[in-house]
């Protein structure tokens, strides 16, 4: 019974993944399984993966997890990392030179 209800945890959360609603996830595991599972039960499941950000004495390690997902998820995909780091650099130089600007003027900084 363990193994069927782990089993029944991993297809929520593969189906979850790929994008179905709660709704269409219990439609599907009757449909293909004949299991009724209520929507409550694939939100428990659902939410029983997430682990909300909180800012503690660990945060150093779960920011670096998230970096790493992120790192992983463009590798993936194909999306030139270095190219999005470097260009995230030079946005937040922006922000802090107008910030700074506006600091000093009072006013919005326009770039020229």
Not at 68 to 93: E, K, M
Request: overall charge negative; charged content about 20%.
């Amino acid at each position: 019974a363990a193994a069927a209800a782990v089993r029944v945890d991993d297809l929520v959360i593969s189906l979850s993944a790929k994008g179905l609603t709660h709704g269409e996830i219990c439609a599907h595991l009757a449909d293909v399984y004949g299991a009724q599972v209520s929507k409550q039960t694939v939100t428990a499941i659902t939410d029983r993966g997430r682990r909300p950000f909180r800012p503690g004495p660990d945060w150093p390690t779960r920011l670096g997890e998230l970096a790493y997902g992120v790192y992983l998820l463009a590798d993936q995909t194909g999306v030139d990392v270095a190219q999005v780091v470097a260009s995230t650099a030079s946005n937040l130089h922006v922000h802090a030179q107008q910030s700074q600007a506006a600091k000093e003027t009072g006013w919005p900084f326009e770039a020229s």
